[in-house]
């Protein structure tokens, strides 16, 4: 019963965040299935879970738990002085204001933080207390939203996943050419700018944790399932537009990002600016390729 109790009440402070379940799932940083199985009483919310979803919802987590609140009645209270509880306060109460949070909430700073420094010195050579050197705050505070090294590792993974989906999803947002926006995709890939680099950085050693850890491996073939699916989707509309030649569809898709990902490590593993080797270079044998292997031909 109390498992269904907990259920209720981040069904709460989800409505009142006024987002999708599976938005939600992005801002606390985890499975939108783990959430979505959690609200159906299938799995238990972690005590860690439990936390970012006070956090970023912005309730105490005794009330979200139930420490504090009569659930069963439908209502929450709150303590007094001597100890009493005092008269009973719908459950919106769970909304109360706390005090600010970094922008988007700890949870959310922790891992763009570790993201950060996963780019700069990579995975292994990142302490706890250097994320929470970088994060203003404690190791204690970190230990609190995610217990283990495996479990913020598996965040780090599952938002970089989300910020790349969303900035492709912004990017192509109302281009209907085909062609357009396999090449919008292209540019997205190319490292050309700091912010392109690092997020590559992170990929890439993420790719050789993916061979060690079941939990990074398993988010590694999920992202690709989805990554391939999207090029492969537009290589399927471009020809069914008349844009590009009959293919295997998704025999293209495989080989375009299989070349996407082994030019970038030779652009991230040479010096800056050797010719040949720049994101530039990079660019023009992606875009060689598609007019190779996908461009239909102009009728003469």
Known sequence: MQQDEVAARVRQVIDAAGVSAREFARRIVIDPSKLSRSLNGTRRFTAAELARIADIGGVDIGRLIGTTADATAGTATTGTTDGAASSPSPVRSLSSPRPPSPEGGRPLQIVRETVRLIAERGFHAVRVADIAAACHTSTAAIHYHFPGRDELLEAAVRWCMDEDTRRRADATAGTRHAGDELRLLIELQTPRTEQQRRQWCVWLDLWAEAARSTTVG?????????????????????????????????????????????LVSQVLATEPGLPGTGAKAMHDALIAHVDACLTAPVPG
């Open 218 to 262: 398993r988010l590694h073939v999920e992202y690709y399932r989805q990554w391939r699916g999207t090029v492969a989707d537009v290589i399927r509309r471009g020809v069914e537009q008349g844009v590009f030649r009959p293919v295997d569809v998704d025999g293209a898709a495989l080989a375009l990002t299989a070349l996407i990902d082994g």
